[in-house]
């Protein structure tokens, strides 16, 4: 119940294509969806975020879709880039009072060819 | 404003050898958090400290502990060290605060621990 599973491993992707990845969630009770990104040797990176009373969520060429019902969430990359090249975690996070727990997916490499 | 720092970068230790991380989180941030991060296995949730209080603990052996001071910086201790230790270790800080997402998490760079 407090698995977030993440696919694929790894993704190629051709500069200017769509880059997605994917992400399931089993614990209902989660009620926040953050996606990071992380460049070697650095820390990963809060790049967008969503909350389950929220269907999508666009910033620029990042955009969160979120399927409450199937307990599915989703991050479409547009027009991807060489900068791009990272590797994506998505994360679900509970609050409660006096704290709150996050668990993260096992992460994704998206590789941008040129 | 200054991002989380962690000190050292890199470390390089033997088996059964004993090591501290530290971790100064963002100014005003009094939750700190710990991960290991080792290739496949993504980021595994170590403890969580506030206000010098452990709120949370994940499913790691007793050899791991940490603890967190007045203002706010934190430890991380992991004694009689494996070679499965080799990671990296990540710190990541939160602001708690009405009207502010309690779980936005801002990481560190990491300390990246290597065990011979």
């Known amino acids: 119940q407090q698995q977030v599973k993440q696919s694929p491993q790894s993704l190629i992707v051709q500069k200017g294509g769509i880059s997605i990845i994917n992400c399931a969630y089993e614990?209902?009770?989660?009620?926040?969806f953050p996606w990071y990104q992380q460049f070697p040797g650095k820390g990963p990176a809060l790049l967008i975020a969503?909350?389950?009373?929220?269907s999508e969520k666009k910033e620029g060429r990042f955009t969160i879709s979120f399927n409450k019902s199937a307990k599915q969430f989703s991050l479409h990359i547009m027009d991807s880039q060489p900068g791009d090249s990272a590797t994506y975690f998505c994360?679900?996070?509970?609050?409660?009072?006096?704290?709150?727990?996050?668990?993260f997916g096992a992460g994704t490499r998206l590789f941008v060819k040129a | 404003k200054a991002g989380v720092t962690q000190t050292p970068r890199y470390l390089i230790k033997t088996r059964g050898q004993q090591v501290t991380l530290s971790c100064s989180p963002i100014?005003?941030?009094?939750?700190v958090s710990w991960y290991q991060q080792t290739p496949g296995q993504g980021l595994q949730f170590l403890f969580e400290?506030?206000?010098?209080?452990?709120?949370n603990k994940g499913n790691f052996p007793g050899r791991f502990s940490g603890r967190q001071f007045s203002n706010s910086r934190s430890e991380m201790n992991v004694s009689t060290l494996e070679l499965g230790d080799s990671a990296l270790y990540l710190c990541?800080?939160?602001?708690?605060?009405?009207?502010?997402?309690?779980?936005?998490?801002?990481f560190g760079p990491g300390t990246r621990l290597t065990v011979l």
């Open positions: 969503i909350r389950p009373d929220v």
């Open positions: 994360a679900a996070s509970k609050s409660y009072t006096g704290g709150f727990k996050t668990i």
């Open positions: 400290y506030f206000s010098e209080t452990q709120r």
């Open positions: 100014s005003g941030h009094r939750s």
């Open positions: 614990n209902t009770a989660f009620d926040y």
């Open positions: 990541a800080s939160s602001l708690e605060k009405r009207g502010k997402v309690p779980n936005e998490q801002f």
